[in-house]
């Protein structure tokens, strides 16, 4: 290899020296090249060493190292096409010269595959947003304390029409720390495949850890609140573009199956299987990937092929706003219909009848697999934990069904020989409704005598508990009788009383 400035002839024909250094080397395969360098020697020579590098693994048949990658990854455009047309780096190697945008389009494709097409178009916006705010062109460019800086400078943006009637993004209030981490997951998602598709050899965004952030809680509407909804929202005027009673249909639906926004945006009339009552979904539209078939109530099905009688098969079954305003409209209808929902509960917004619908069918006593299948979802934990949610009352009914810890136990209560197992009170309410009736006084002449000197009891207001007891009062100068001085009949023998 030689690292010199070569002669040439300019236009007038005289012999000059170049600028530039040049290399001039033999390939892998003994072929000669020249390339040109730069106007200083010594970064020329480094180009030149880099180059041998190359030639030296190809020949030894071995994988680049490290550094070697790195700077392959970081060569302008020329240079890399150079190298890649001589056979020194294989293309795919070369794919981190191109630009950034054209990588992410790669990757919006890739997981397409495994994903719905909004959710590869939400990761892909994610990350093309904050590339585009830190200045990112190549991969080169990428720098984690540069990604880090634009997304702790995130706001939250809603879609507004322009003066031109175009949708554009309008920046309000700072976004939470839930959405800044869903922004640095989905880059290192992207830098991740790039690793992983041999685009780039590290991820520089791979040591960067999300924050902690509030999990949100979102409420549950309680039966009588839905009820309520959809009682006031069915008589109410146009909003958002719908009609009430389009509206109330909408709500009643996805509180009944569960069905998310983006997937009831996706439902066809022709998805509605009116004679079975089932509504399926197919697999690229659901989040899991897998073709939704849920039941629907016949009385629901009948409203709901009512409301589609004039569309077509192939016609979107439910018309909604624009996605920032499914909330809005939620929430401007809870508002009217005059539903309070203390922020105790959680936050309240459409997806809010996702969480009615698992909380309803956990209140109707539904086996929790069977919830879980209905929920759709791939853990029953989620189920259980983050979609039911306690309706009002239900903490107090359980309390009420626990065991009565003031009544005796069983094993504990007093027995009496010959009574057949019964215990003392049932013994004493049988023994004195035979003994103190017409047939007392023939029975039992000591109790009879002792009623004729107390001309008086039985006719108080708690005689028949006096009697029962056996107590008599003391002011009248007779003898107190315990309860346990009286013993049962005993079949074959005559009535024995006993006076203590």
């Given amino acids: 290899m030689k690292i010199a400035k070569v002669n040439y002839q300019d236009k007038a024909g005289k012999t000059c020296k170049s600028q530039k250094y040049y290399i001039d080397f033999r390939d892998h395969l003994n072929r000669r090249h020249k390339l040109a360098g730069f106007k200083h020697m010594q970064p020329t020579a480094d180009l030149g060493r880099q180059i041998e590098g190359l030639i030296s693994a190809k020949l030894g048949n071995s994988s680049l ?92 943006t809603v879609k507004i029409k322009n003066s031109k009637g175009r949708l554009v993004d309008k920046e309000l209030s700072a976004a939470s720390q839930r959405t800044k981490n869903y922004y640095l997951k989905a880059c290192k998602q992207f830098l991740k495949w790039a690793v992983q598709d041999n685009r780039i050899s590290k991820n520089p965004l791979e040591h960067l850890k999300t924050a902690k952030a509030e999990s949100q809680r979102r409420a549950a509407l309680e039966p009588d609140e839905l009820r309520q909804l959809l009682t006031h929202t069915k008589a109410a005027g146009l909003s958002f573009g719908l009609a009430g009673y389009q509206r109330a249909m909408l709500y009643q639906f996805a509180a009944e199956t569960g069905f998310r926004a983006a997937e009831i945006r996706a439902l066809k009339v022709s998805d509605f299987d009116f004679e079975n009552n089932i509504v399926m979904l197919s697999g690229q539209h659901t989040k899991n990937n897998k073709t939704a078939s849920l039941p629907i109530r016949p009385a629901t099905a009948d409203r709901l092929k009512e409301l589609f009688s004039d569309k077509l098969p192939a016609a979107t079954a439910f018309k909604l706003p624009y996605n920032t305003n499914m909330a809005r409209m939620f929430r401007a209808d809870i508002e009217t219909s005059g539903i309070e929902i203390d922020s105790q509960r959680g936050t309240l917004d459409f997806h809010s009848l996702r969480h009615t619908f698992g909380t309803l069918l956990a209140a109707s006593g539904v086996h929790p697999k069977t919830a879980q299948q209905l929920m759709r979802h791939g853990d029953i934990n989620m189920t259980l934990s983050r979609y039911t949610h306690t309706l009002r009352g239900q903490e107090s009914q ?103």
């Fill in 65 to 156: 190292t490290p550094s070697q990658q790195a700077w392959i990854e970081g060569l302008p455009t020329g240079l890399l096409k150079n190298l890649i047309s001589w056979g020194l780096i294989d293309g795919q190697r070369a794919e981190s010269g191109k630009a950034l945008t054209l990588h992410l389009q790669d990757w919006k494709l890739s997981i397409a595959h495994d994903s719905t097409e909004q959710h590869a178009n939400q990761q892909h916006d994610r990350v093309k947003r904050i590339f585009n705010k830190a200045n990112f062109v190549y991969f080169s460019d990428i720098s984690a304390s540069k990604l880090q800086l634009q997304i702790s400078k995130l706001k939250k």
């Fill in 398 to 500: 359980a309390i009420d069904g626990l065991p009565d810890l003031e009544k005796m136990p069983e094993n504990m209560q007093q027995k009496m020989t010959g009574t057949d197992g019964k215990n003392v009170d049932e013994i004493s309410d049988f023994y004195f409704d035979r003994s103190f009736t017409k047939n007392t006084a023939k029975q039992c002449n000591s109790l009879h005598n002792i009623a004729k000197q107390c001309p008086d009891v039985g006719k108080t207001e708690n005689s028949d508990i006096e009697l029962k007891t056996g107590i008599l009062s003391e002011n009248q100068g007779v003898l107190v009788m315990g309860r346990g001085g009286l013993e049962p009949p005993t079949h074959g023998f005559s009535v024995r009383c006993s006076t203590n």
